[in-house]
């Protein structure tokens, strides 16, 4: 048969050329970064660490499949089929019902009895391993509990890079290394509960504006392809791949393409960064599945190496699809490898076994299109009406492992020595901040407003609460405890009221003040996800001056979604203590009292820098197309200097930096020493894989394709991986089918033999060459709590590589360490030779360069009193 196409295919590759000119824009024309093509697509290790038993239990399973079936599995069955936000085709001859891909990095997306955690963010000021573990267990436990088989996070990408982006509080932190610990956490936490996490988004999805050209259009930019985030290799490698190769390593079974395009090329279509950045050389054993409507190409994307459409129809309610029925004609008439089908569901049959272990999951027992009771599991058909939520609780005491990470994420910016409070004669809170949202705490969908009190940001990332306590109420229940007078104005606006408030005797004022963002499809007061600005909300400043103008004891909170500007009044003598409380979910009230009341003593640690003006930052957000109205192309020419490695080269002032916070007691940093491990020699990766196998037989006939005629009831606007016609051409539903793959697919795609392994790949182990993570020096210092109370210190570990071209200094290790009052506790900081190494690109691997290295021990990234030369 000709190899034809299934629907709509482009080039996996680089689709770019030079950049349209727009001469009522004076748009310069530029030659367009471009992304290498990189085919065949690998195909699953059966030895690879960790997932040689799930390759075993996958291959016995997929080699019983028809190819309808292994189609089923890669297939959504389109937007509002099913119950969860995506779900693949069910395999009813073997039991295997529906999987359920639902968000989100916070907890379970718009269901009810289920918890709101803090943000990504929160826990990553933290600095705490074990309770990002704990967070990411409890969330993924609460996934199993509602029969959620792929909880969508967590979130690396955005990584950060840009401070007013939407979605930064999704994700930890714009450091790699602080962010590739939550998500090695979060990953082994989640799916030790027994449920498979997506680290996402894949990759450069750094801002909200263009991501998708639809939501763009509906925000009035004529634009006809998203953003293109282009990177280099370098930068790639050092900042934004290094936490998904963690959260490789701590070996997630699922990874989510991104909506933007990559050097031009499509994140869920991009050959370079699937097939050959996260197969070959992560050695990603999982699947990868798209962002909702990330998909534009049928085979193209299936060679580039995407293994799951979501939601599975080529936008949200048109009941096509570029996979489906295309999927399995493309197959049929030789376009996509058979084996690359195989693949796909050996990926995610295998991701299946590694942490479920079994195929007989709890039943789906919400539905994310409503919350009552009974209703059609097939929502947008109106089709099955039946119980479709049992409103099953899943919290358990997750409550108190919230409030004590929104507690311990609490970093304490400025204390002049008004905390921790003690039995404060008279608390004034001010705020609207401080309360709640007059239509409840879920009463905007999506969290889709900044009304009340900020818990979390807006958009797929976020949970229903199951109770928010306001700062208002818990610092009120403290106050009547306490025997303190308390008042509060839950507005910004009560000005003649708030002065005369706060300009009572013996007052202490709490000002609550925020700053919110969230996902591009919603539109809170003109920010489109991404901040217009990075000043506070609701004229949070004005609010902050008013109360300290009057007040010489104001301690001012902040929630927020990242760095705001704190420039104006900062250094108050009035302002006698600043918290950033992040975004704590639903105990924020409890926790930030137990922090101002010294129940916790603070030692969280920002996790960005707080500069003193927007564009101290460098790189920022693009709000206009600048490519006519092709591509807005976004060049990442700061390479990895962003965040604090920025204002460092820049030698820059800030007002608080990356990695500090104080505590209620004081630590002492001594003697520092250096151990050096016998790590040996680097061995570059050498040898091949093996050829690519197929599991199973299909019949080339495409009569056995057709909807089946018996027991079987067609679901409307579902995808099926069947034909309705033995015209192949009618069946596709694509104008172009019929053209050969030779016309329109690159060299290599259709390759099955053996591949050469990069040298910078793993071999069996998933995260790159084992090598890099071998440990070449142990540094120690000794800590002292020289304070009278008992406290947390998070000393960390910087290197400075010592290139003209590195940063000055980079995170590369750091402890959260409980001390009692005059005790002294050594610290351990590790370096492993990916610490010490700086990507090649010309030898394409990590090197370590001649460069004198130096490690340091802190406080912060500015507060670096111990140093020390690497032997
Ligand atoms: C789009 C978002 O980008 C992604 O993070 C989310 O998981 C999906 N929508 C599904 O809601």
Request: glycine content about 10%; hydrophobic content about 35%; some cysteine.
């Amino acid at each position: 048969m000709k190899a034809a196409t299934a629907l709509s295919c482009l080039a996996g590759g680089s689709l770019a050329a030079a950049g349209t000119i727009n001469p009522a824009n004076k748009i310069q024309k530029r030659a367009l970064q471009t992304s290498d093509p990189h085919y065949p697509s690998p195909w699953m290790n059966p030895d690879a660490d960790g997932w040689a038993e799930a390759y075993a239990q996958a291959r016995d399973f997929v080699s019983q499949l028809t190819l309808p079936e292994k189609v089923n599995l890669t297939t959504g069955v389109g937007w509002q089929g099913e119950q969860c936000v995506g779900q693949t085709g069910a395999i009813p001859r073997f039991g295997l019902r529906s999987l359920c891909m639902h968000d989100a990095p916070l907890g379970i997306r718009g269901s009810d009895y289920n918890s709101a955690f803090p943000s990504g963010q929160t826990a990553a000021a933290t600095w705490d391993r074990g309770l990002m573990y704990r967070r990411g267990y409890a969330m993924g436990k609460e996934a199993k509990g509602k029969g959620i088989n792929v909880l969508l996070g967590p979130v690396a990408g955005p990584l950060g890079r840009m401070p007013a982006a939407g979605r930064n509080w999704e994700g930890f932190a714009p450091d790699p290394v602080l962010t590739g610990v939550g998500m090695s956490e979060t990953v082994k936490g989640t799916q030790d509960a027994g449920v498979v996490a997506c680290a996402k988004h894949f990759i450069g999805n750094e801002q909200e504006n263009f991501r998708q050209v639809g939501e763009a259009q509906g925000y009035g930019h004529n634009i006809s392809e998203t953003l293109s985030s282009n990177i280099d290799d370098k930068t790639m490698h050092e900042l934004y791949l290094w936490p998904f190769a963690d959260a490789v390593r701590a070996g997630v079974g699922s990874v989510m393409c991104s909506y933007q395009q990559v050097n031009n090329s499509y994140g869920c279509q991009n050959s370079k960064l699937l097939n050959d950045l996260l197969k070959n050389e992560l050695g990603f054993q999982g699947f990868v599945m798209s962002d909702w409507q990330a998909q534009h190409t049928g085979a193209a994307s299936a060679v580039a190496g995407l293994d799951m459409t979501m939601p599975g129809d080529t936008s949200f309610n048109t009941g096509l699809s570029f996979w489906g029925t295309n999927l399995t004609l493309a197959v049929l008439n030789g376009t996509v490898p058979a084996y690359r089908v195989d693949d796909m569901a050996m990926r995610i049959m295998a991701s299946i076994f590694k942490v479920s272990k079994t195929t007989d999951f709890d039943p789906i027992n919400f539905s994310f299109w409503t919350l009552d009771t009974y209703g059609p599991v097939h929502w947008v058909a109106k089709e099955g009406y039946q119980e479709i939520n049992s409103h099953v609780d899943v919290r358990e005491d997750h409550g108190k492992l919230i409030r004590e990470i929104a507690a311990k994420g609490t970093v304490l910016l400025k204390n002049s020595g008004a905390l921790p409070l003690q039995k404060p004669k008279f608390v004034a809170v001010i705020g609207e901040d401080a309360g709640g949202n007059p239509n409840g705490p879920n009463g905007c969908s999506d969290r889709g407003c900044d009304d009340g009190t900020l818990a979390m940001g807006w958009g797929s990332g976020t949970a229903n609460f199951p109770y928010l306590v306001t700062p208002d109420a818990a610092l009120q229940a403290r106050a009547i405890e306490d025997g303190s007078r308390y008042e509060s104005i839950l507005s910004n606006y009560a000005h003649d009221k708030t002065d005369a408030l706060v300009s009572q005797a013996n007052v202490t004022a709490i000002v609550f003040v925020n700053a919110d963002s969230g996902e591009g499809y919603i539109n809170v007061d003109g920010n489109m996800g991404d901040r217009k600005n990075l000043t506070l909300w609701k004229n949070g400043d004005d609010l902050v001056k008013r109360v300290s103008g009057a007040c010489s004891n104001t301690i001012v909170v902040i929630h927020s979604t990242g760095p705001v500007l704190l420039t104006e009044w900062y250094e108050s003598p009035n302002i006698t203590a600043i918290l950033w409380a992040g975004l704590p979910g639903q105990e924020s009230g409890n926790s930030i009292a137990d922090v101002l009341y010294g129940d916790v003593n603070p030692a969280a640690r920002s996790p960005f820098t707080w500069g003193k003006t927007r564009e101290s930052y460098g790189a920022d957000v693009l709000y206009e197309p600048n490519n006519g109205n092709g591509a807005p192309q976004q060049d990442f020419s700061e390479g990895v200097f962003i965040d604090y490695r920025y204002f460092d080269k820049q030698n820059s002032s800030v007002i608080y930096e990356f990695g500090h916070g104080l505590s209620y007691t004081t630590f002492e940093y001594s003697n520092i020493r250096v151990e050096k491990s016998n790590a040996g020699e680097y061995k570059p990766t050498t040898g091949s894989t093996a050829a690519a196998p197929t599991f199973g037989n299909f019949s080339t006939d495409l009569k056995d394709y057709l909807f089946p005629k018996e027991d079987f009831s067609y679901i409307y606007q579902y995808i099926y991986p069947y034909v309705n016609t033995t015209d192949a051409k009618k069946a596709s539903a694509d104008p172009h089918y019929g053209q050969t793959a030779e016309e329109f697919l690159p060299p290599h795609v259709l390759d099955a033999d053996a591949q050469p392994l990069l040298r910078s790949s793993g071999g069996n182990s998933p995260g790159g060459n084992r090598q890099l993570y071998d440990i070449m020096y142990t540094i120690t210092a000794d800590i002292t709590n020289t304070g009278a109370i008992v406290g947390e210190e998070v000393p960390q570990l910087y290197v400075s590589l010592g290139g003209p071209e590195d940063p000055k200094v980079q995170l590369r290790d750091f402890d959260r360490m409980r001390i009692d009052p005059g005790e002294t506790k050594q610290f351990t900081g590790r370096l492993t030779r990916r610490d010490l190494s700086n990507w090649d690109i010309e030898v394409q691997d990590w090197v370590v360069s001649e460069h004198k290295k130096t490690a340091f021990v802190g406080k912060s990234s500015r507060k670096l009193d111990l140093k020390i030369e690497l032997p």
